[in-house]
Nanobody, 116 residues
Framework: QVQLVESGGGLLQPGESLRLSCVSS????????MAWYRQAPGKQRELVAA???????TYSDAVKDRFSISRDSAQNTLYLQMENLKPEDTAVYYC??????????WGQGTQVTVSS
């Protein structure tokens, strides 16, 4: 059973930066792709950023130019570097992995709160 464990969330002020990590229990090279999603209170879970096995990245319009997704294969870790955080970035952030047979695994989530 694949496990994904997110970390790095916290309470930030607007304009600050934060890096989230998602550690996989198996090699990330096993995945077709990985992604970060977020869910704010009362809202649906939405895609933030995605990274394919081939290195192709996708970002939502709300975060492009501020967030960056990356992967460290040696550490089996997916990252989300977040810059210039805004109050509307407040949400629980989830890591998602899709394997080559299209099975999906989610992490437990990490809370990011941006408030002055």
């Amino acid at each position: 059973q694949v496990q994904l464990v997110e970390s790095g969330g916290g309470l930030l002020q607007p304009g600050e930066s934060l890096r989230l990590s998602c550690v996989s229990s198996i090699s990330v090279s096993n995945f077709r792709g990985m992604a970060w999603y977020r869910q704010a209170p009362g809202k649906q879970r939405e895609l933030v950023a995605a990274l394919t096995r081939d290195g192709v990245t996708t970002y939502s319009d709300a975060v492009k130019d501020r967030f960056s997704i990356s992967r460290d294969s040696a550490q089996n870790t997916l990252y989300l570097q977040m810059e210039n955080l805004k109050p509307e970035d407040t949400a629980v952030y989830y890591c998602k992995a899709t394997n080559i047979t299209w099975n999906v695994t989610w992490g437990q989530g990490t809370q990011v709160t941006v408030s002055s």
